[in-house]
C-alpha cells in the first residue's frame, strides 16, 4: 500500500537559510573578481564566470567533473546542455583574459592575509610542494610532457603474496603542478598560488622560474619577511641563494648525505653531524597522517652552508625514541635559542602536510585530471576556477567554524561517533554544500 503525500500548493516553499547563505558569500568571494573582470570582457561571459564557478562547487565526480558537456547542463539544464556547453566555450576561448587574473585575484588576498597574521603576532607560513596532474591516455593535448606516476608507484608497491612489481619508475603524459599555501600554526590555510606548467613544447617552462618570480613579488609587496617552509625536493644550494638573496625566511627539509659545516667537526654529512647532536627537547606528539603516538625529541646546533659560509644557519634533529622511522633533518635560516623554538620549527613543518591534502582534493574531490581541453591558455583559465573553489572552500572552513557543526548537521547527517568527533574534512562540506544548493540552483538555470 502506497502512502501519497498532498503538498498545499497555495502555501510558497520556505528558502533555505543555508542556501541564501552560501549564495551570498560566494558573490562577496567573487565580487573583486568580478570588477576586474568587467574591464575586460562582456557582463555575459562574467555571468557565466560565476555560474561555472558555482557548477564546479556542485558536480562533484572526480571522473567526470570537468567536463564541459557536464558543466553545460548544470549551467543550462540538461535539456538545453549543448547550449551551456557552448557558454563555457567561449568564456575560456575569450582572448580578452588570461588565467594570471586569478593568479593577481590570490595574491593580493594573500598580502591583506599576511598583514593580519602579523598584526595578530603569528608567524605567517608559505607551504610549498610540487605533484603532477596525469593525463596517461593523452597524446595530442598541447602542453603535455613527461612526468613519474604515482598512481603507478602506489599500485605497483611490493604487497604480501602477490607478484613482484616492476622496479623501475613509470612515466606517463601529464602536467606538472607547483602549488604555495599561506597558513600558520592553529589556522586553516588558503591559496597563494597555483601553477600548472611542462617542460616540453611551445610553453616550456623552468620550474625554479616559478620559486623566483613569487619571491620576487613578496619582497616588493611586504615589509617583513614569511617563513618558507619546504620539503627534501627542495634542497639544493639554490633554494638558499635565492631565499636569501630576496630576504626572506626559510625551513627546509635537509637530506642526510648533503654536506654542511659546523664550527668544530667541518665540512660532512650532515648525518654525520647530527649523531653529536643531543636531545634537549621531548614530547608526545600524535602522527595524524599514521594514526600513532611517538615519542619524539629535539637537537640544534649551529651550521653553514658551504656555499653561504657567512650565513649562520641552524640544524635541527628530530629523532623517534623508538627509532621505528628515520631521523628527520630540518635546516633553518630561523635563530633557534630554545627549546620553544625548536619545538615551534617542528610544528611549522608539520603544519606543511596542508600542501598535501590540497593536491589530494584538487585530484580526488575536485576531478583536475579530468578536463579535455586542446589548447593550453584554455585548460589554464579552468584549473584557475577550479583552484578558486578550493580556496572559496578553505575561506569558508577558516571564517564560520562555529557555524559548519550546525550546517553539516542539517545537510549531510552522519550517525558513526567519528564523524562527530572528528575534525571536518572539505569532501563532507562539499557534499553540504551541493545538497543546500541543488534546488536552488536548479531554479536559476536557464540556456541564455
Not at 572526480?62 to 549543448?82: F, T, V
Amino acid at each position: 500500500m502506497s502512502t501519497t503525500c498532498q503538498q498545499k500548493k497555495g502555501i510558497p516553499a520556505q528558502k533555505s537559510t543555508a542556501a541564501c547563505f552560501l549564495r551570498t558569500k560566494i558573490q562577496h568571494y567573487l565580487q573583486p573578481l568580478h570588477q576586474s573582470l568587467l574591464d575586460r570582457i562582456d557582463k555575459r561571459l562574467v555571468a557565466t564566470f560565476s555560474t561555472l564557478f558555482s557548477s564546479i562547487l556542485l558536480l562533484r565526480n572526480s571522473k567526470m567533473g570537468l567536463l564541459l558537456s557536464e558543466l553545460g547542463s548544470y549551467i543550462a539544464g540538461y535539456a538545453h546542455a549543448p547550449a551551456g556547453t557552448k557558454r563555457i566555450s567561449n568564456l575560456l576561448r575569450c582572448k580578452k583574459w588570461d588565467a594570471s587574473l586569478i593568479d593577481d585575484f590570490f595574491f593580493k588576498r594573500t598580502q591583506e592575509r599576511i598583514t593580519q597574521l602579523l598584526g595578530a603576532h603569528k608567524r605567517p607560513l608559505l607551504l610549498w610542494d610540487d605533484s603532477r596532474l596525469e593525463k596517461p591516455e593523452s597524446w595530442f593535448v598541447e602542453g603535455l610532457c613527461s612526468v613519474e606516476s604515482s598512481k603507478a608507484k602506489r599500485l605497483t608497491k611490493i604487497k604480501k603474496g602477490f607478484f613482484k612489481p616492476p622496479s623501475a619508475r613509470i612515466c606517463v603524459p601529464g602536467f606538472q603542478w607547483t602549488g604555495v599555501l599561506l597558513s600558520a600554526l592553529g589556522e586553516v590555510p588558503s591559496v597563494v598560488q597555483m601553477s600548472w606548467w611542462t617542460t616540453r613544447g611551445k610553453y616550456k617552462e623552468v620550474g625554479t622560474n616559478i620559486m623566483y618570480r613569487m619571491l620576487r613579488k613578496l619582497q616588493a609587496s611586504l615589509t617583513q619577511p614569511v617563513l618558507h617552509v619546504l620539503d627534501r625536493g627542495y634542497a639544493s644550494a639554490w633554494t638558499i641563494e635565492w631565499i636569501l638573496h630576496f630576504q626572506q625566511d626559510f625551513l627546509l627539509r635537509w637530506k642526510k648525505n648533503h654536506l654542511l659545516m659546523h664550527p668544530q667537526k667541518g665540512t660532512r654529512q650532515t648525518h654525520l653531524l647530527a649523531r653529536s647532536c643531543r636531545p634537549e627537547g621531548r614530547k608526545l606528539l600524535r602522527d595524524k597522517e599514521r594514526k600513532t603516538t611517538k615519542h619524539v625529541t629535539v637537537g640544534w646546533t649551529l651550521v653553514t652552508h658551504p656555499d653561504f659560509e657567512s650565513t649562520p644557519l641552524y640544524l635541527l634533529v628530530v629523532r623517534d625514541r623508538k627509532n621505528h622511522q628515520p631521523p628527520m633533518y630540518l635546516l633553518t635560516s630561523i635563530a633557534v635559542d630554545s627549546v620553544r623554538d625548536a619545538w615551534e620549527m617542528v610544528h611549522s613543518y608539520m603544519h606543511r602536510w596542508g600542501i598535501e591534502q590540497a593536491f589530494r582534493a584538487g585530484k580526488a574531490e575536485l576531478g583536475m585530471e579530468s578536463p579535455r581541453l586542446w589548447l593550453w591558455e584554455n585548460r589554464l583559465k579552468l584549473l584557475g576556477i577550479v583552484a578558486l573553489v578550493y580556496d572559496f572552500l578553505l575561506f569558508l572552513l577558516r571564517s564560520w567554524p562555529h557555524w559548519l557543526p550546525l550546517f553539516l548537521k542539517q545537510w549531510v547527517p552522519r550517525t558513526v561517533n567519528r564523524h562527530r568527533t572528528a575534525s571536518v574534512p572539505i569532501y563532507r562540506l562539499r557534499l553540504a554544500i551541493a545538497n543546500a544548493l541543488i534546488v536552488d540552483f536548479a531554479l536559476t538555470q536557464n540556456s541564455g
